[in-house]
């Protein structure tokens, strides 16, 4: 009796284990900083740029992609990322800390569908012909696979386009420069999304150039509209970090190449990937 009452205890925590494990292996969501102007593991180089990578229920999809294609494509192997699993590569705007990686990832994998907006200058177009790359011209807000939107153009100097990822906790909003402002962002994704909050906010909001006044005017606003997770990136500078960081205390996170946003069983964990040796299936 006692030997079948220690076979089921171990049975319960295996199978415990098992579903644990089942889980961690595939979250809702996971977005990886892939390039960043910090970086957060030592063995990943900091650029001036940004890039992240989004899994959500079975889609992989690139969002922007640095300055520099070798560093692009030695983080994506340092993290064991092949870049012929990403469905999607989304261009936020013009310019080449955001655009230039691309066209490398294309010619590692010629079946991804890159879009970039309509109105980037036709360089960038005759670039993308020289690959074999046709990409999509976004103009207004669409769905990118299952979930994920884009905002589609939103006016500024130059035009952009953000992601919002919806999620069983809210909305997961990455921006690029945040040259139309990022304020004028999230309103614009609220609006298209018909919604009043943003779980998590992560990207350059581009604050490097302003006051801290400015700074602190746009996180008032934020929390108005209910932005509850901040992870300042790329071009927010290190002043709007500290000033993110006092308003929103713990709900503040760094960015930096390798960091690594999980949501999981409705729990949302912000670390860093943790370098491995064995080769994985990513
Ligand atoms: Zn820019
Ligand atoms: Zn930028």
């Given at each position: 009796?006692?030997?079948?009452?220690?076979?089921?205890a171990?049975?319960?925590?295996?199978?415990?284990?098992?579903?644990?494990?089942?889980?961690?292996?595939?979250?809702?969501?996971?977005?990886?900083?892939?390039?960043?102007?910090?970086?957060?593991?030592?063995?990943l180089?900091?650029?001036?740029g940004?890039?992240a990578l989004?899994?959500?229920?079975?889609?992989?999809?690139l969002?922007?992609a640095?300055?520099?294609?070798?560093?692009?494509?030695?983080?994506?192997?340092?993290?064991?990322?092949?870049?012929?699993?990403?469905?999607?590569?989304?261009?936020?705007?013009?310019?080449?800390?955001?655009?230039?990686?691309?066209?490398?990832?294309?010619?590692?994998?010629?079946?991804?569908?890159?879009h970039?907006l309509?109105?980037?200058?036709?360089?960038?177009f005759?670039?993308?012909?020289?690959?074999?790359?046709?990409?999509?011209?976004?103009?207004?807000?669409?769905?990118?696979?299952?979930?994920?939107?884009?905002?589609g153009?939103?006016d500024?100097?130059?035009?952009?386009?953000?992601?919002?990822?919806?999620?069983s906790?809210?909305?997961?909003?990455?921006?690029?420069?945040?040259?139309?402002?990022?304020?004028?962002l999230?309103e614009?994704?609220?609006?298209?999304?018909?919604?009043?909050?943003?779980?998590?906010l992560?990207?350059?909001?581009h604050m490097?150039?302003?006051?801290?006044?400015?700074?602190?005017?746009?996180?008032?606003?934020?929390?108005?509209?209910n932005?509850?997770?901040?992870?300042?990136a790329?071009?927010?500078?290190?002043?709007?970090?500290?000033?993110?960081?006092?308003?929103?205390?713990?709900?503040?996170?760094?960015?930096?190449?390798?960091?690594r946003?999980?949501?999981?069983?409705?729990?949302?964990?912000?670390?860093?990937l943790?370098?491995?040796?064995?080769?994985?299936?990513?």
């Amino acid at each position: 009796m006692t030997f079948i009452r220690q076979l089921c205890a171990v049975t319960v925590v295996l199978f415990c284990f098992a579903v644990r494990h089942a889980h961690s292996e595939n979250p809702e969501l996971e977005v990886l900083v892939l390039f960043d102007n910090t970086s957060a593991r030592e063995d990943l180089r900091r650029s001036w740029g940004f890039s992240a990578l989004i899994d959500f229920r079975g889609h992989r999809v690139l969002f922007d992609a640095g300055s520099d294609p070798t560093l692009l494509l030695e983080h994506l192997e340092k993290m064991q990322i092949d870049p012929k699993s990403i469905d999607h590569a989304i261009i936020s705007h013009q310019h080449g800390d955001h655009l230039r990686g691309v066209y490398w990832v294309f010619e590692k994998n010629p079946k991804m569908t890159v879009h970039f907006l309509d109105n980037f200058p036709e360089e960038a177009f005759r670039r993308a012909a020289g690959v074999g790359m046709k990409p999509r011209r976004v103009k207004g807000p669409f769905e990118v696979v299952p979930g994920i939107y884009s905002t589609g153009i939103v006016d500024g100097k130059p035009p952009e386009q953000s992601l919002v990822i919806d999620t069983s906790l809210g909305l997961v909003m990455l921006v690029g420069c945040s040259h139309p402002g990022v304020v004028k962002l999230v309103e614009t994704a609220q609006s298209q999304r018909k919604t009043d909050s943003i779980h998590l906010l992560l990207g350059g909001f581009h604050m490097l150039r302003k006051q801290p006044n400015e700074i602190k005017a746009a996180i008032t606003q934020l929390k108005d509209l209910n932005v509850t997770n901040a992870v300042p990136a790329h071009c927010s500078g290190d002043l709007a970090k500290e000033l993110f960081q006092s308003a929103y205390g713990d709900k503040f996170n760094t960015a930096g190449a390798g960091r690594r946003i999980v949501l999981d069983e409705g729990k949302l964990v912000i670390s860093t990937l943790e370098a491995r040796n064995e080769p994985t299936d990513k």
